[in-house]
């Protein structure tokens, strides 16, 4: 079927998508092999979520094509944001969402409950089963659909935005997880536009704004360059740790202040 080598789990070639007139994809083109840890970078609105699923294979793209492995199993982790938290629904009937559209009725098996508890415990939120999910915080949270992602058995996991609006302890904490879930071989594609709290803490980076800027290490696409080209605005990036730092320049910084400044003129006059 495709020219896929052995570790190549799924490829994107000049892929370009949109809805309507409006251009989200150009000519993207992106691979994810068995065991890589890629974290997709950009603002909002740069195509983030759809190259995602255009790489799980619910969106075709408008041109192009999309290579994967035979048989290939994916999991998907969306945005918390986008999750109705007042539906009353508990842990394990969230992972439980996961069973076959085969098997949705009669209700779960008890080797499938037993699956879901070992799975919520292999997260260390096996205690968690029967708490509604709107109880719990918000690294729970994630742990919670990651598990649902999980119970498929995914070659490959994507994950849109895992620390949107979360604190820095979430942020540690999902940070932490991925890890350990890749260190045991699962491959794993993710959004994020949180430059220093996530992605400069990945292996492997694919700047994206329509098009693909820079793609590789951070300290390889971390550059001022780079980053100007995918967000619009001149950043500087220090090191600290022996890590890439992303600030705003100071040219952006007086922009911004003079902007405010006029902003707060602006008020006075129509007082």
Not at 102 to 107: D, L, Q, T
Request: charged share 25%; with cysteine.
């Amino acid at each position: 079927m495709t020219g896929l080598g052995d570790k190549v789990l799924v490829r994107a070639v000049d892929v370009s998508h949109s809805f309507g007139e409006r251009a989200v994809l150009a000519g993207v083109n992106a691979e994810v092999g068995a065991g890589d840890l890629l974290g997709i970078v950009g603002p909002s609105g740069s195509g983030k979520t759809t190259l995602l699923r255009v790489l799980l294979g619910g969106l075709a793209p408008t041109l192009g094509i999309v290579e994967r492995r035979p048989g290939l199993r994916v999991g998907y982790v969306p945005q918390v944001e986008t999750v109705n938290w007042h539906f009353p629904v508990t842990v394990n009937e969230v992972v439980l969402m996961a069973r076959r559209k085969s098997r949705r009725w009669p209700g779960p098996t008890k080797a499938e409950r037993r699956e879901v508890e070992a799975m919520l415990e292999h997260l260390g939120i096996g205690d968690l089963g029967h708490r509604h999910i709107r109880d719990l915080s918000g690294g729970q949270q994630q742990r919670v659909f990651i598990a649902r992602a999980l119970l498929g058995r995914p070659d490959v996991l994507f994950l849109d935005e895992p620390t949107s609006g979360v604190d820095v302890r979430t942020r540690h904490e999902v940070l932490h997880l991925l890890g350990e879930l890749h260190d045991e071989g699962l491959a794993i594609v993710l959004s994020t536009h949180d430059l220093n709290g996530m992605a400069a803490h990945l292996p492997r980076l694919l700047c994206l704004n329509v098009r693909v800027a820079a793609e590789g290490t951070p300290r390889e696409v971390l550059t001022s360059a780079v980053l100007e080209e995918v967000y619009g605005a001149p950043m500087e990036v220090l090191e600290h740790a022996g890590m890439p730092l992303v600030v705003d320049s100071p040219d952006a910084m007086r922009a911004a202040a003079a902007g405010r400044g006029a902003d707060i003129r602006e008020l006075r006059r129509q007082a």
